[in-house]
């Protein structure tokens, strides 16, 4: 283990006492790099008995609104500072918040409710979505020189962020009234006159599409911008879930049921179908759509997907960042330069009046 990685799992204050290393006793945390459990203290690596046929099984949808594994083992504990609310499995922390960076994290007496059936590893470690936050602000425009050159990556936290994935069969039947617009040139009072008209026609006809693992946000922690700017990650890849793959990371509860995402997820679908159909067709204007859809063979699943949280400083204000877990990309703020700003503006007002000038004197 090197010096880094000793500071940055002592910064936790981690304290596993579930999974002990054989040889030295110690704790172990889950090592993205080497996707296996890794002794704190000797860096011994343990396999995660996790075969590959035990990629996570869909689950009919029926059982989803009646009843689900609760997920008994892990506890919930919530941030005195800022409210957020964090799973953790089976370990004893001292823990910080990884959204806010205070120590003021305590248990509560709340249920963590389903038990997620699968589960996208991280593939990164600390250091390396470190790396990837930096990079992010180097290619920011507006960001201040002084905080390019000075920003610094700190209180980095894996979380996992819950997600339901649907899979379904959808048919539609659907009607409805579109416009082409066509240009007619005719002479009026012998003058020459361009007229644009509409042609409207029906149209009707059915629909078919199979939607494989549709993915909604069941947390609303980590803002929906902000996942959508990470997205994808692979839930198709899923593992089943095994509790050593918490070790050293947390979740964040669900604030949406799965009945609820799964109406979100028809609702985004039926958006989905509705474009797809009007794609086929040549068209200007929509005078009217109507669309019936029946979703059939929905399944689900509950996955956990895993996201870095950090925070730069500047001028005493916090500045979060959000890092793909898997793949490295980077969603966040950072402080706006008002200079940069002004000088943008400016510059645009300034080509803007060439281009009138230049239009005035052609
Ligand atoms: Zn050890
Ligand atoms: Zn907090």
């Known amino acids: 283990m090197t010096d880094i990685e000793k500071k940055l799992y002592s910064d936790d204050n981690i304290d596993v006492t579930t999974f002990k290393c054989p040889n030295c006793g110690g704790g172990s945390v889950f090592d993205a790099k080497t996707q296996k459990l890794k002794c704190l203290y000797c860096g011994s690596l343990f396999d995660i008995e996790n075969k590959k046929e035990e990629i996570v099984v869909e689950r009919n949808l029926n059982e989803l609104i009646s009843k689900g594994e609760v997920w008994k083992e892990a506890e919930v504990y919530q941030c005195q500072s800022c409210g957020a609310k964090e ?212 399944q689900y699943k509950y996955v956990l997907v895993p996201i870095y949280v950090g925070h730069y400083k500047y001028k005493n204000k916090l500045y979060n960042f959000f890092v793909n877990g898997e793949n490295g990309k980077v969603a966040g703020k950072t402080p706006v330069s008002a200079g940069k700003v002004c000088l943008t503006i400016f510059i645009v007002l300034l080509v803007l009046g060439l281009i009138v000038l230049l239009y005035y004197l052609a």
């Open 87 to 298: 799973i953790i499995e089976n370990q004893k922390v001292s823990h910080v918040c990884p959204f806010c960076g205070t120590k003021n994290v305590v248990k509560i007496e709340e249920l963590p409710g389903l038990k997620p059936q699968g589960i996208v590893p991280f593939k990164l470690d600390k250091k390396m979505a470190g790396q990837c936050a930096l990079k992010f602000v180097k290619r920011k425009l507006y960001a201040p020189r002084k905080f390019k050159k000075s920003a610094k990556p700190e209180n980095i936290h894996g979380i996992y962020n819950p997600v339901f994935t649907f899979d379904c069969l959808t048919l539609s039947a659907y009607s409805g009234r579109l416009g082409k617009n066509y240009i007619v040139n005719h002479i009026v009072n012998g003058k020459m006159v361009t007229e644009t008209r509409t042609k409207v026609f029906n149209i009707s006809g059915s629909y078919d599409q199979f939607f494989d693992d549709f993915v909604v946000q069941a947390s609303s922690k980590i803002p929906i911008e902000v996942v959508r700017t990470l997205e994808p990650f692979s839930t198709k890849q899923a593992l089943s879930y095994k509790p050593e793959y918490l070790l050293g990371f947390g979740a964040n509860t669900y604030d949406k049921q799965g009945d609820a995402c799964w109406q979100e997820s028809q609702n985004l679908m039926r958006l989905s179908i509705e474009s797809s159909i009007l794609k086929k067709y040549d068209y200007d204007v929509k005078y009217s759509l109507n669309v019936s859809t029946k979703f059939s063979n929905e």
